[in-house]
Nanobody, 132 residues
Framework: QVQLVESGGGSVQAGESLRLSCAAS????????IGWFRQVPGKDLEGISA?????????YYRDSVKGRFTISRDNSKNSVFLQMNALKPEDTAVYSC????????????????????????WGRGTQVTVTS
């Protein structure tokens, strides 16, 4: 069974940083694409970042997080990370990861949002709260 578990969320003040982790079991992330999403209660889930798997290069960032967030992977730990710097109150949300086949980009994230059964798995999310 493929499972993803997010960790690293918490409560911080505006301008501070957090590093989120997405740890996988039942699948090797080395040859998979990973996407990060976030959701505010009552609002739509939105894709914020993605990284390609295998030998493919490339990352994607939503405009609102470019220059502040960095996605990376450590295949030896079977994990993907999201470094979040200069956090803003509008970044407050539940952050989730998903894993599947494809090349990182807005097209892949939108596909996964429209058909949530396409990725191999979704994590349940970790709460990030940014206070002003």
């Amino acid at each position: 069974q493929v499972q993803l578990v997010e960790s690293g969320g918490g409560s911080v003040q505006a301008g501070e940083s957090l590093r989120l982790s997405c740890a996988a079991s039942g699948i090797s992330l080395a040859n998979q694409a990973i996407g990060w999403f976030r959701q505010v209660p009552g609002k739509d889930l939105e894709g914020i970042s993605a990284i390609s798997g295998g030998g493919n290069s490339g990352t994607y960032y939503r405009d609102s997080v470019k220059g502040r967030f960095t996605i990376s992977r450590d295949n030896s730990k079977n994990s993907v990370f999201l470094q979040m710097n200069a956090l803003k109150p509008e970044d407050t949300a539940v952050y989730s990861c998903a894993v599947g086949v494809g090349r990182a980009g807005i097209t892949l994230l939108n596909l996964w949002l429209s058909q949530k059964n396409i990725p191999h798995a979704w994590g349940r999310g970790t709460q990030v709260t940014v206070t002003s």
